[in-house]
């Protein structure tokens, strides 16, 4: 993929040739201010927590018999327990979500920094190892900067604080509480400390979940986490930073739209080629995928089975392609999140703007360029079904049989008219001729190509240049 200081992706800054750079500048001096104090602000009141923490489980522990006096006759002590717990798990949710708000303003007044500082034309591409690109101090990328760099990172040490603090504090309360239950009493001693210890493990886990949920980036979920776990446990290699992949590929659907080019047809007949289902399923097409397996255990003939999302995810995400159950496992569940994430529009839009059409040409603009020499604003149904047809074309070879089968389904469904089969046909002669590409099997084109042009009466506009 091409790198953001191409001219082809200079759209996403800008402000590359921004006039007014004292304006830049007094912004980025704003948002430095802004980020140090609020830095100041979140260290602060992680410790002013540390120390409320400590101080309120000391005292409620050490005041736990005073308490049950004082309320002795009003309210039972199994009662007076649970409002204890609760509130200590109403203030370490709080809290949690506090520190969680508080890291989104700093991750996002980073991230302005970074894009300020491209503005002024500022780059450390060549002093990462002095100033490594995930930290701000050295950053080239928005999108280097995580949301959330992992459980031992910065980013986490409020969330250990509180769950240090309110899981002592739990064990006491919850050990006080279930004692005072005539049926765990009368079980063997163990029992106690088992109920204890899972109880107290339930609830760290839930606020590990409440943080984490809370520093989800725009196109995380539990989902993607989870399949990020399961790639990594198979030893299956993904791309590192998401966000920017998806942030990339929706630029380049902008500048397909900003070029002006119909994309209505080219959809239509990828949806027909590719995957009919495409506007009614989740991801992934059962019978599809079903047939694929198949084939890969030498059942049925060779068929790839793959939706357009997993196509998309294919191309976005996934850096080994040697691993093929693997890789068919990862393209399912990457599909079925990015089904949540993304409409359907967004993401035939992505897969037009992104994926290979021929080897070193992704997108629809650029397969247009490397074809017909130019960009083409209307391109006609035969040039569609030419270039989708291309679609993930590794060794610009053309399979005469399936060419032949796929236009006899268009030509009978009406994606495609006789006279627009012949200019297919017409169009795949002119490519093999300027050796774009070439088909498996030299006579059975020409006997393709006999055929499809002498089968309906000959329109003279489409026998030029063969």
Known sequence: MKSDTDQDWKQHFPTYTFKHRDIVLKEYESASAALESEERLFINATNITLVISAALGSVALGSLEKLGKLFEGVISPAWLLIILLSFVFSFS??????????????????????????????????????????????????????????????????????????????????????????????????????????????????????????????????????????????????????????????????????????????????????????????GISIKSTARAFMSLIGFGRRSGGSTITQQLVRTLFIVDFQKTIRRKIIEILLSIWFEKVSSKKQIIEMYLSSVRFERGVFGISEAMKFYFGKIIESPSRAQCFFLIERVSNVKAKILTSKIDHTIRQAVSVGVLTQFDSK????????????????????????????????????????????
């Open 93 to 282: 949710i709080t809290t949690l979500k506090y520190f969680a708000d508080r890291q989104k303003t700093l991750l996002f007044v980073r991230r302005k920094i970074v894009v300020l500082r491209r503005m002024l034309g500022l780059e450390y591409g060549s002093l990462q190892i002095v100033l490594p690109n995930w930290r701000v101090e050295g950053a080239d990328q928005p999108f280097s900067i995580s949301m959330f760099p992992g459980w031992l990172s910065y980013v986490t040490y409020p969330f250990w604080v509180i769950a240090i603090f309110s899981g002592i504090i739990s064990v006491f309360l919850s050990a006080s509480l279930l004692s005072l239950f005539e049926l765990i009493s009368k079980q063997p001693a163990s029992i106690l400390p088992c109920l204890v210890i899972s109880f107290v493990s339930l609830w760290l886990a839930i606020l590990a979940y409440i943080y984490r949920s809370s520093l989800y980036d725009t196109n995380e979920n539990i989902f993607l986490i989870l399949t990020k776990y399961i790639s990594k446990k198979m030893n299956f290699e993904l791309v590192y930073n998401f966000e920017y992949i998806i942030y990339r590929a929706k630029l380049s659907a902008y500048e397909t739209r900003r070029m002006d080019i119909n994309q209505e047809t080219l959809k239509e007949i990828l949806v027909f080629i590719e995957d009919r289902d495409f506007y009614s399923h989740k």
């Open 423 to 466: 200019e297919v046909i017409t169009i795949y002669s002119k490519m093999i001729n300027c050796g774009k590409i070439s088909p498996d099997d030299n006579e059975k084109f020409k006997s393709l190509k006999t055929k499809w042009l002498e089968e309906i009466t000959p329109n003279p506009s489409l026998h030029t240049d063969d």
